[in-house]
C-alpha cells in the first residue's frame, strides 16, 4: 500500500511541482525551463530521467516509483500531465540534436545543431537507455504515435545515413522492439532489413520472412524497371511521330516552292499574261485544299 500511495502522489504533482523534493527543490518547471539546453547537466546527472518518463519497470532512481495502473489512468485523463509530457520529450530531443516538427503525427527531423549532439549521442552510450525508456513512456502515457516516427528517424539515421553507429544495436534491439502497434513494428523491421548490410547478419526476424520481403522487394524494382521503359518508348514514339509530322510539313512547304517556281517560269513563257497568272493562283488553291485533305486522312 504505502508503494502505491507513493506512486499516486508522484503522479498527482506531476501535474504541478513535480517531483517535489524539498531536499533538492527541483521541480518539473525547473527542468523544462532552466535545464533546456543545458547539455552538460542532462548529460551528467542521471535521476531526473526516471522522473520525467516514469515506467511500470523500475530504474536506477530508487526514489521515483514505478507506475500503477490505477495513476496511468489517472495521468491520460488530465492535459496538464499529458502537457508536461510532451515539454519532456521536446526538452530531451533538442539534447539528442532532434526536433518534434509536428505533434499531431509526432514526425521528427534533425535540428540545426545535431552534428554537435550527435557526436555526444554517438559517444554516451548510456543514452541508449533513456531513449528506449521514453518510447516506453510514450507508448504508455498516451503518446503511442510518436514512437514510430522517432524509431523510424533512428534507422534512417543509422541505416541510411551511416550516422550514430555506436547506437545501431540498440535500435534495432530496443527501440524497434518497445513500438506497441505490432503491423507498425513488423513495417519497421522490414524498412531495418531493406537497408541492412550484410542482409545475412540480419537477426531481427525469421529468415523465411527475409526471404519473402527480398522477393517482394526485387519484385518492385522489375516491375518500377519495366514501368520505366514502357514510360521511355512512349516518349520515343511520341518524339518519332512529331518527326514525321515535321517532315511532312517541310515537304508541303517544299512543294508549295516547287510549284510556284514552276508556274513563275511558265507566266514568262505565255509573256506574262493576266490569264496565266490568275492560272497560277488558281491552281495553288486547289493543290493546298487537296494536301489539307491528305493529311487530315492520315
Not at 522522473?51 to 492535459?79: C, M, R
Not at 537497408?195 to 518492385?220: G, R, T
Not at 521503359?229 to 516552292?257: P, V, Y
Request: aromatic letters at 14%.
Amino acid at each position: 500500500f504505502s508503494r502505491f500511495e507513493r506512486a499516486a502522489r508522484d503522479m498527482q504533482n506531476y501535474r504541478h511541482d513535480y517531483p517535489h523534493k524539498p531536499s533538492t527543490c527541483v521541480y518539473i518547471t525547473d527542468i523544462h525551463e532552466k535545464w533546456y539546453g543545458d547539455y552538460e547537466r542532462l548529460e551528467y546527472v542521471h535521476t531526473y530521467i526516471q522522473w520525467l518518463f516514469p515506467l511500470q519497470e523500475p530504474g536506477v532512481n530508487y526514489e521515483a516509483s514505478t507506475l500503477t495502473k490505477e495513476e496511468i489512468t489517472d495521468f491520460l485523463n488530465h492535459s496538464i500531465a499529458k502537457e508536461n509530457l510532451l515539454k519532456s520529450y521536446k526538452l530531451m530531443l533538442d539534447f539528442y540534436g532532434i526536433v518534434l516538427c509536428d505533434e499531431k503525427t509526432g514526425e521528427v527531423r534533425r535540428a540545426e545543431h545535431w552534428e554537435e549532439r550527435f557526436h555526444n549521442l554517438n559517444s554516451h552510450t548510456h543514452n541508449n537507455l533513456r531513449i528506449t525508456r521514453i518510447l516506453k513512456c510514450l507508448g504508455t502515457l498516451g503518446y503511442p504515435h510518436y514512437q514510430v516516427p522517432l524509431v523510424h528517424f533512428f534507422l534512417e539515421e543509422t541505416l541510411v545515413n551511416g550516422q550514430l553507429p555506436n547506437i545501431r544495436d540498440s535500435v534495432l534491439s530496443y527501440f524497434l522492439f518497445a513500438v506497441l502497434d505490432k503491423t507498425q513494428r513488423r513495417n519497421l523491421i522490414k524498412y531495418a532489413y531493406l537497408n541492412y548490410e550484410p542482409k545475412d547478419e540480419f537477426v531481427w526476424c525469421p529468415k523465411k520472412i527475409q526471404k519473402l520481403w527480398s522477393m517482394q522487394s526485387k519484385a518492385a524494382k522489375e516491375e518500377a524497371a519495366d514501368s520505366l521503359g514502357s514510360q521511355e518508348d512512349t516518349l520515343i514514339s511520341d518524339s518519332e511521330a512529331q518527326e514525321e509530322e515535321n517532315l511532312s510539313a517541310d515537304e508541303q512547304s517544299k512543294g508549295k516552292a516547287f510549284r510556284f517556281l514552276f508556274f513563275f517560269f511558265h507566266i514568262q513563257w505565255c509573256g506574262k499574261s493576266v490569264w496565266g497568272f490568275f492560272c497560277i493562283l488558281s491552281h495553288l488553291n486547289v493543290s493546298d485544299h487537296q494536301t489539307n485533305l491528305n493529311i487530315r486522312q492520315r
